[in-house]
T-cell receptor, first 119, second 109 residues
Framework: GAVVSQHPSRVICKSGTSVKIECRSL??????MFWYRQFPKQSLMLMAT?????????EQGVEKDKFLINHASLTLSTLTVTSAHPEDSSFYIC???????????????FGPGTRLTVL | DAKTTQPNSMESNEEEPVHLPCNHS???????IHWYRQLPSQGPEYVIH???SNVNNRMASLAIAEDRKSSTLILHRATLRDAAVYYC??????????FGQGTELSVKP
C-alpha cells in the first residue's frame, strides 16, 4: 500500500519560534498533498491543499502567512508554522494523493501525524 | 459539500460482524462515499470507497443503498484492533475530504 511519512513525529518549541514539518510520499508520486490539524477530542480540520509546483489553496479562516506550505516536489510537502504560539499546539496530519487514473489514484493516504506543543 | 450523519458511538463484540451506518440524504450523483478510520494518536487509514455498487476489499465491505442516501460499512469479524473512529465522507472525484465527527467503535473481548 501507499506510504506517507511525517517528520518529526513530535516537537516542542518555545513561543515565537517557527517549526517546519515534512510530509513525504515514500512509494508514489503525489500530485496533491493536504494538511490537516486536529485538536484533542475533535475531528480533523482541513487547512490547505497543495499541488506540486503551485501555491497552496487555504481553507477559510486559515492564515496563509502563519502556515506556510511548500510542495516543491512530487514526494515532499512542508508546513512551516511561523511565530508559533500555545494556541497552535495541535496534531498536524498530512495526506497525499497520486491523482492517477484508477481506484487508488483518488485515494488519500495519510501520514502518522506530528504532535506540536508550543510552550 | 453534502453532509453525512453517523452515530456518535457503537459497541461490538470481538469476532462478531459490525455494521456502521451512514446517512447522506443530500448526496449528489457525482459524490463518492469514502470510509476512513483513525486509531488514537495516528493519522487516518483508508478503508474503502464506492460510488453506486457495493464494494468489497480485504478490510471491509461497503453496502450502498439503491437510492444512495445511505450506506453501511461492514466489518465481517471485529477484532480489538478495529476499535477506532470511523469516518464516512462524501467527496467528488479529485475533491477534498471534509471530516465530520465520525463513529467511535469500541470492541469488547
Amino acid at each position: 500500500g501507499a506510504v506517507v511519512s511525517q517528520h518529526p513525529s513530535r516537537v516542542i518549541c518555545k513561543s515565537g519560534t517557527s517549526v517546519k514539518i515534512e510530509c513525504r510520499s515514500l512509494d508514489f508520486q503525489a500530485t496533491t498533498m493536504f494538511w490537516y490539524r486536529q485538536f484533542p477530542k475533535q475531528s480533523l480540520m482541513l487547512m490547505a491543499t497543495s499541488n506540486e509546483g503551485s501555491k497552496a489553496t487555504y481553507e477559510q479562516g486559515v492564515e496563509k502567512d502563519k502556515f506556510l506550505i511548500n510542495h516543491a516536489s512530487l514526494t515532499l510537502s512542508t508546513l512551516t508554522v511561523t511565530s508559533a504560539h500555545p494556541e497552535d499546539s495541535s496534531f498536524y496530519i498530512c495526506s497525499a494523493r497520486s491523482g492517477l487514473a484508477g481506484l487508488l489514484g483518488d485515494t488519500q493516504y495519510f501520514g502518522p501525524g506530528t504532535r506540536l506543543t508550543v510552550l | 459539500d453534502a453532509k453525512t450523519t453517523q452515530p456518535n458511538s457503537m459497541e461490538s463484540n470481538e469476532e462478531e460482524p459490525v455494521h456502521l451506518p451512514c446517512n447522506h440524504s443530500t448526496i449528489s450523483g457525482t459524490d463518492y462515499i469514502h470510509w476512513y478510520r483513525q486509531l488514537p494518536s495516528q493519522g487516518p487509514e483508508y478503508v474503502i470507497h464506492g460510488l453506486t455498487s457495493n464494494v468489497n476489499n480485504r478490510m471491509a465491505s461497503l453496502a450502498i443503498a439503491e437510492d444512495r442516501k445511505s450506506s453501511t460499512l461492514i466489518l465481517h469479524r471485529a477484532t480489538l484492533r478495529d476499535a477506532a473512529v470511523y469516518y464516512c465522507i462524501l467527496s467528488k472525484q479529485g475533491g477534498k475530504l471534509i471530516f465530520g465527527q465520525g463513529t467511535e467503535l469500541s470492541v469488547k473481548p
